[in-house]
């Protein structure tokens, strides 16, 4: 199978490629916009993958970016949930725009599958009713969650007119190895990371914003199995399937990591939602139960990946 993950350098297409180069029948391409984002990959000596180097804009060229491919893996975003709704028109374009020009390069091209990574949280917004379905009315209020959308109706419409196939998954909120602790996405794996140094956490609002958290082999396990399965449907929740908030992530690593942590609380973010968590029934109706780590592993496997690759010392 012959492979293209766009935007793939991050934290999961890092994590697809460690999964899909087990297959060695797999032909993997790796796109990012700057080289050095491939160090990681690199350093892993994955068989049968390959690097480009390509930004993700208008100036693209997706032609040759997707010519004999069998699957294309949108990962690529130009925009974080806490920034979005900064400069609205701009993100709209950076990113619904060029995606209409990746998938006009994918019909072209006979991409035989699109795989769009979406949002289990953005697109939904404040209106559904927890755990929430597939086909709960979505009322995004970031202009992240209006890009998700908009790109999963590009699709439908794609598919409609071209034929594209495609699937979306709604992605929970993924933690765990290679995701970079940053603060700026992966509220987890920064903890973690906090808790093996300073100890000092910022948290945003009182702590008690509700969220769905998914170790990343999880979601990838479901993530293939989506893409390669037989489902006719098309969108699928991928998730634990639980609420917990962050005053609960919190007491988790203090049980599990360190006690004695600092706890900041700074202004809540206007694009934050209360509370969010999946239902995926329909995933588990299609592809078994999904059996996620609980937390508490996943906090303690998450540890020790950053000590056993010297992210801490």
Do not use: W
């Amino acid at each position: 199978m012959r492979i293209t993950l766009i935007g793939g350098a991050g934290f999961i297409g890092t994590n697809l490629a460690i999964a899909l180069s087990k297959d060695p029948d797999n032909k993997l391409t790796i796109i990012d916009r700057e080289d050095f984002f491939f160090d990681t990959l690199r350093a892993l000596n994955l068989p049968n993958v390959k690097f480009k180097v390509a930004s993700f804009s208008m100036d693209s060229d997706f032609d040759s970016e997707v010519e004999n491919q069998d699957i294309v893996y949108h990962l690529a975003s130009t925009v974080f949930p806490g920034d979005s709704n900064k400069n609205i028109p701009a993100e709209l374009n950076s990113n619904i725009v060029v995606t209409a020009k990746l998938l006009d390069a994918c019909v072209k091209q006979n991409v035989k599958k699109v795989v769009f990574l979406s949002s289990g949280g953005a697109v939904y917004g404040k209106k559904g009713t927890c755990p929430i379905v597939e086909d709960t009315v979505t009322y995004p209020i970031s202009s992240y969650g209006i890009e998700k959308l908009t790109i999963e109706k590009l699709l439908y419409l794609y598919r409609y007119q071209n034929g594209l196939d495609y699937r979306i998954i709604r992605l929970a909120n993924p933690y765990g190895p290679y995701q970079r602790p940053n603060g700026r996405l992966g509220v987890v794996t920064t903890f973690i990371y906090k808790a093996l140094t300073d100890g000092l956490l910022e948290v945003y609002g009182d702590g008690t914003a509700v969220r769905d958290f998914i170790y990343i082999e999880d979601a990838v396990r479901g993530i293939l199995n989506i893409v390669n399965g037989e489902s006719e449907l098309r969108i699928f929740n991928l998730g634990s399937g639980k609420g917990t908030s962050v005053n609960q992530v919190i007491d988790t690593i203090k049980t599990t990591i360190r006690k004695d942590l600092i706890v900041e609380h700074i202004a809540s973010r206007s694009t934050d939602v209360p509370i969010n968590y999946l239902d995926i029934s329909r995933y588990e109706k299609n592809y078994g139960e999904l059996n996620p780590l609980n937390l508490k592993d996943g906090i303690r496997k998450t540890a020790q990946f950053m000590k056993d690759t010297n992210m801490v010392k």
